[in-house]
């Protein structure tokens, strides 16, 4: 049963548009989420992270909105540059990002200069 | 910043050897993990440890074993290695149990087994 889903594979936008990440779950005791970008050859990178006591975290151009009635997440990326393109991986955890996490099966964005 | 270093990019093995890879972190840190990536399929859990010695099974223990001896360094070891643990092995760390801290990953093994 997959706790962390995230639906679309990939997602291609125009530079400088608005990339939208989504990410769904199904259990209702995690309680912290985070965001990972991933190059290919290299180790996932901890790009943001949301506390479940909060619905909106930002950090420049990424913003990780948190819709716990929904049990969904998104990512946004604004403007999108070139460099963005990476899968991304959402991930959940219930006792902190320092425990175990679930992570989800990731989505490849292609940002097209 | 935080440093996971894993000892190897890439190695190739043959089935049947047993295989050890090797994890160092330069922060301190209480956690540490071992996840295999594929592709569909995510990131997904081998074994962790909170603390020197111990060990639990993550969601794939299946086939693996661990070791930590030491704080800073976290070994995953194939007792006899198949062609199905032919993947990307990344190692993570952390910094405490609840200190709401997002682990690090180093740039990963990419294991062939042939």
């Known amino acids: 049963d997959q706790q962390v889903k995230q639906n679309s594979p990939s997602l291609s936008v125009q530079e400088g548009r608005i990339s939208i990440l989504n990410c769904d779950y199904t259990n209702s005791m995690f309680d912290y989420f985070l965001w990972y970008k991933k190059y290919p050859a290299e180790g996932p990178t901890f790009l943001i992270s949301?506390?479940?006591?909060?619905d909106k975290n930002e950090d420049g151009r990424f913003t990780v909105f948190l819709n716990k009635s929904a049990k969904h997440l998104s990512l946004h990326i604004v403007p999108s540059q070139p460099g963005d393109s990476a899968v991304y991986f959402c991930a959940a955890s219930s006792q902190g990002g320092s425990e175990k996490l679930v992570f989800g099966k990731g989505t490849k964005l292609t940002v097209n200069p | 910043d935080v440093k996971v270093t894993q000892s190897s990019r890439y190695l190739v093995k043959r089935t049947g050897e047993k295989v050890f890879l090797e994890c160092v972190q330069d922060?301190?840190?209480?956690?540490m993990f071992w996840y295999r990536q594929d592709p569909g399929l995510g990131l997904r859990l081998i074994y962790f440890?909170?603390?020197?010695?111990?060990?639990e099974k993550g969601d794939i223990p299946e086939g693996y074993s661990v070791s930590r001896e030491k704080k800073e360094r976290f070994s995953l070891i194939l007792e006899s290695a198949s062609t199905n643990q032919t993947s990307m092995y990344l190692c993570?760390?952390?910094?405490?149990?609840?200190?709401?801290?997002?682990?690090?990953f180093g740039d990963g093994t990419r294991l062939s087994i042939l």
């Open positions: 993570a760390s952390s910094l405490s149990l609840g200190s709401n801290q997002p682990q690090h």
């Open positions: 949301i506390s479940s006591i909060k």
């Open positions: 922060m301190d840190h209480e956690n």
């Open positions: 440890s909170y603390d020197v010695k111990m060990k």
